[in-house]
């Protein structure tokens, strides 16, 4: 039985796709049906003059995940996650976004050959990270998680996205675009080509 001061890992399963527009706003949409907090939608947006806004659909994944990251506004909105097919789509507050999901490359094809374990064991996600760094820059898989925590990310799968359209109030965003500049919401950006990834990450934690 874990003891005061043991570290503990909170698992959040899910899938992360990150995309830029045209218009220079980036957003990234974590979907996560499996969490300690139960199934959330959650999206981080950046704007073209670097405005951080988190959409979160209740106050509590909001305090955690404004914890984990760094924004300049919170939102407490509505968020709908639809899927039809190959395409995604999600209505969060003033924020439309829908996406095609492409194929796998050969980042993808590497990843899905990890064994499941050990692609998300502390260990290896530690011993990777310079390696991540140096093939997807931007990219990390362990750094701060705020308040004394650590962060590992198990990327799992990897597709790109084919296509994509998004609404910021009402404003048309423009077409699909890299994600660049990187987004500046935690240590590490999501990869400059859009992508839509596999993901479980883990926040480790100490017991009180």
Do not use: Q
């Amino acid at each position: 039985m874990p003891t005061a001061g043991s570290p503990v890992l909170d698992r959040f399963d899910g899938w992360i796709c990150g995309l830029g527009t045209t218009s220079g706003r980036r957003i990234v949409v974590g979907h996560w049906p499996d969490t300690p907090l139960g199934p959330f939608t959650d999206v981080m947006t950046e704007s073209a003059d670097g405005h951080r806004t988190l959409l979160a659909p209740t106050g509590e994944v909001a305090e955690f995940v404004s914890a984990t990251y760094t924004f300049d506004e919170v939102r407490v909105v509505p968020v709908s996650h639809t899927v039809d097919d190959d395409r995604r789509r999600v209505v969060a507050g003033p924020l439309e976004v829908s996406w095609r999901i492409g194929g796998r490359p050969l980042l993808g094809r590497l990843l899905r050959a990890v064994p499941g374990p050990l692609a998300v064991h502390p260990w290896w996600l530690r011993v990777i990270d310079p390696i991540a760094r140096r093939a997807v820059p931007g990219v990390r898989t362990v750094g701060s998680a705020g308040g004394g925590r650590r962060e590992y990310y198990g990327a799992r799968d990897l597709h790109r996205v084919a296509a994509a359209w998004a609404r910021w109030d009402d404003g048309d965003c423009g077409g699909l675009a890299p994600v660049v500049p990187p987004v500046r919401f935690g240590f590490g950006s999501a990869p400059a080509t859009p992508s839509h990834v596999r993901i479980t990450t883990l926040v480790e934690r100490s017991l009180t």
